[in-house]
């Protein structure tokens, strides 16, 4: 089994990364630890350093409970949403695991949704942790 966790470094991404750690271990599964970024000139490079930095501490944390883990960092030129759907479909994962944040409905339109696009779009089930 793969399972992919969409993870920020936030609470709730935190949460979904020992959910995650769980069903793994539940199921004998391989963690994906994916950060999305768009890129391009106007992305500081701390951002991806910060980026770079949340990955290896996420994967500290699996390892060390011995889960097989792999992260990434992608930019692709995508949103963070349209990225994990088509890594979801490149490796084929079974579940996703996605941190989701109470926003009014005015600030999801404005801004998007990354869990909401995931949930609409993910070619597997995906559990939403808050």
Same mark, same amino acid.
């Given at each position: 089994?793969?399972?992919? !966790? /969409?993870?920020?470094?936030?609470?709730?991404?935190?949460? @979904?990364? %020992?959910?995650?750690? *769980?069903?793994?271990?539940?199921?004998? @599964? +391989? !963690?994906? &630890?994916?950060?999305?970024?768009v890129?391009?000139?106007e992305?500081?490079?701390?951002?991806?350093?910060?980026? %770079?930095?949340?990955?290896?501490y996420? =994967?500290?944390?699996?390892? #060390?409970?011995?889960?097989? $883990? #792999?992260?990434?960092?992608? &930019?692709?030129?995508?949103?963070? /949403?349209?990225?994990? !759907?088509?890594?979801?479909? +490149?490796? =084929?994962?079974? %579940?996703?695991? &996605? /941190?989701?944040? *109470?926003?009014?409905?005015?600030?999801?339109?404005?801004?998007?949704?990354?869990?909401?696009?995931?949930?609409?779009? @993910?070619? $597997?089930?995906? !559990?939403?942790? *808050?």
């Amino acid at each position: 089994m793969k399972i992919m !966790v /969409g993870y920020d470094s936030s609470n709730v991404s935190k949460a @979904a990364l %020992e959910l995650a750690k *769980k069903h793994a271990k539940a199921f004998d @599964a +391989e !963690v994906y &630890v994916i950060t999305s970024m768009v890129g391009g000139r106007e992305v500081a490079r701390e951002e991806f350093s910060r980026a %770079e930095s949340d990955l290896e501490y996420a =994967e500290t944390l699996l390892k #060390e409970d011995n889960v097989s $883990c #792999e992260t990434r960092l992608l &930019v692709r030129g995508m949103s963070p /949403g349209e990225d994990m !759907v088509e890594f979801a479909k +490149e490796k =084929e994962i079974d %579940e996703i695991i &996605v /941190g989701v944040r *109470k926003r009014s409905k005015v600030g999801k339109f404005l801004l998007g949704s990354t869990a909401q696009y995931l949930i609409i779009k @993910a070619p $597997c089930p995906v !559990v939403a942790v *808050k």
